[in-house]
Nanobody, 114 residues
Framework: VQLQACGGGLVQPGGSLRLSCAAS????????MGWYRQAPGKQRDLVAS???????RYADSVKGRFTVSRDNAKNTMYLQMNSLEPGDTAVYYC?????????WGQGTQVTVSS
């Protein structure tokens, strides 16, 4: 299984970005995909996740600002990020979990700065 994340960049506070994560390989119907982020000197934390059935989960810090979604036919997950804040600056990683296996994509940098 391979994951390819894209969509990061530099944005001003209050701006928006949309991240995408495309999965390929042996993808089974039942799985969970998630976005994590890691700022310099900090641990990698969950931002949002979504099951193949559409159930979502968000970190408290992004509730109301970020929306996770997925297209199961394309094995692709999205993260719409609105009202971005400097504290959202981090490398964002996507992860796919199926059965007992976790697969990570490469990170994409999101920088929120004026």
């Amino acid at each position: 299984v391979q994951l390819q994340a894209c969509g990061g960049g530099l944005v001003q506070p209050g701006g928006s970005l949309r991240l995408s994560c495309a999965a390929s390989g042996s993808i089974f119907g039942i799985n969970t995909m998630g976005w994590y982020r890691q700022a310099p000197g900090k641990q990698r934390d969950l931002v949002a996740s979504i099951t193949s059935g559409g159930s979502t989960r968000y970190a408290d810090s992004v509730k109301g600002r970020f929306t996770v979604s997925r297209d199961n036919a394309k094995n692709t997950m999205y993260l719409q990020m609105n009202s971005l804040e400097p504290g959202d600056t981090a490398v964002y990683y996507c992860k796919l979990t199926q059965y007992a296996w976790n697969y990570w994509g490469q990170g994409t940098q999101v920088t929120v700065s004026s």
